[in-house]
């Protein structure tokens, strides 16, 4: 058992009187040092290793005072754990600098789950009580102006690093509160890397950055947790640099590389209700903001109606992401999204609109080793009487079958089909060469892409 383990068993021992008056000093240490400081704690020209320096050497000059005998590793421990309090969020602190963390998941103040290389895993970490919790709830949530409380119990929100967060508090979360923080790395992950975990082929990725550069309109499609918002930065790394690109997201996570992106945040309604900025009252502004390219972080209601009107006004190339099971369930989806505009639109209308709108459907999937992986890129190809048709032009190889440990053995694989819209790229330069649609292994180095 580590010395960490330890405390946190010490901390929540029932009846222990030691426990207890462990956690009112840790408690008594969080406001001394708030008063000590004060407003140097948000002073933006302080540098995080100087403003930590200051709060151990405020904390070990106050347990000098403290009568409580405590071993050099509890000392060590408290003064750790009161610091990750004021500078940070707490016990879960570590978690989120850890590379290798892609979910912490916190489930109440004594369960706290983590996602480690796709399986989820229990840590022993636990918070002191509800209240402990609350208070890096809060701290959180303000950083970003949002506020969590009985009246608005849910909240998204996101860490400076552009980590997603969500909230849900009581009454809505019986034993909470409950506290998922989906990571992104501070180094966005580049087209080489997708391709080096697996999760595209160069053949696919080199396709698919024709079909951007050709500005053909996608949609990146998946379950929750599947990697959308990834793989939608990485083909928005493929759009060329002196293009205006406009992102809504509904809080911010793309991180684009291009220098002309002006990025739009929704925003709900402020405590008397009113305020509240929609993603599709974004999309409609958007369209008035000279866009080359509009990039819509999820559509998941009636903003769909209008993101396939921008792109059948002129607004070509643009991409967005849909939760749904595969390519034809993104296409049931966004037929229905569009129907919660309350246009009173008929089915054969939506149907005319998103087929001419899309081009392109890729659909992405964690499978049951815990990897991600692109498992359709589907072509959309216009109507047959009522139905929109789809062809599959790269599909994943679930029959190679899985390794000793579990691991899938397949990848994604070309279907030999050509695109219809080969002329239509061709016409503006853009080539699509013969070997993109071979069944043979793909050997063009990756380098950039272009």
């Known amino acids: 058992m580590t010395q960490y383990t330890r405390w946190q068993e010490f901390q929540r021992s029932p009846g222990s009187q030691r426990g207890h008056a462990l956690e009112e000093m840790r408690q008594k240490m969080h406001q001394f040092v708030i008063q000590e400081l004060g407003p140097i704690l948000y002073d933006q020209r302080i540098s995080e290793t100087e403003l930590r320096r200051q709060v151990h050497e405020q904390l070990h000059r106050a347990l000098a005072q403290e009568r409580v005998a405590l071993s050099s590793g509890e000392k060590a421990q408290l003064v750790e754990d009161v610091s990750d309090d004021v500078l940070g969020y707490g016990p879960i602190d570590r978690f989120l600098k850890d590379p290798g963390v892609n979910e912490v998941m916190v489930n109440g103040p004594h369960h706290v789950y983590l996602e480690r290389s796709g399986k989820i895993e229990l840590t022993e970490v636990r918070f002191a009580d509800e209240t402990h919790l609350r208070r890096i709830i809060d701290k959180i949530v303000s950083q970003v102006g949002r506020r969590v409380d009985e009246a608005n119990p849910m909240v998204d929100a996101r860490l400076p690093d552009g980590s ?116 599709r009252d974004l999309v409609r502004n958007a369209l008035r903001m000279r866009p080359d390219r509009i990039v819509v972080g999820e559509v998941r209601g009636a903003e769909s109606l209008d993101m396939l009107q921008a792109m059948n006004t002129g607004h070509d190339g643009s991409i967005t992401t849909v939760h749904s099971n595969g390519p034809r369930d993104t296409l049931s989806r966004i037929e229905t999204m569009s129907l919660m505009a309350g246009m009173d639109l008929p089915i054969r209308a939506i149907r005319e609109q998103m087929s001419s709108a899309l081009d392109l459907v890729v659909h992405i999937s964690r499978l049951r080793d815990g990897t991600r992986r692109v498992t359709h890129v589907s072509e959309v190809m216009g109507m047959e009487g009522d139905v929109v048709v789809l062809q599959d032009l790269y599909l994943f190889d679930f029959g190679m079958g899985v390794d000793e440990d579990g691991h899938f053995l397949g990848h994604l694989k070309s279907t030999g089909i050509r695109p219809t819209f080969a002329e239509r790229l061709a016409d503006q330069g853009i080539r699509l060469e013969p070997e993109l649609f071979t069944l043979q292994p793909f050997a063009r180095k990756v380098v950039g892409i272009r």
């Open 164 to 279: 997603r967060v969500n909230v849900v508090v009581h009454p809505l979360a019986i034993g909470g509160p409950f506290l998922t923080v989906r990571k992104f790395a501070a180094d966005p992950y580049r087209v080489e890397d997708l391709i080096n975990f697996g999760t595209l082929t160069a053949q696919a990725a080199h396709f698919l950055d024709a079909c951007v550069r050709g500005r053909l309109n996608l949609v990146v499609s998946g379950g929750t947790g599947t990697g959308k918002t990834t793989l939608l930065n990485v083909l928005s790394s493929f759009i060329p640099g002196d293009e205006r690109i406009v992102t809504v997201e509904d809080a911010k996570e793309l991180q684009l590389a291009q220098e002309h992106v002006l990025p739009l945040e929704s925003r709900p309604a402020n405590i008397e209700g009113r305020g509240e900025v929609t993603i």
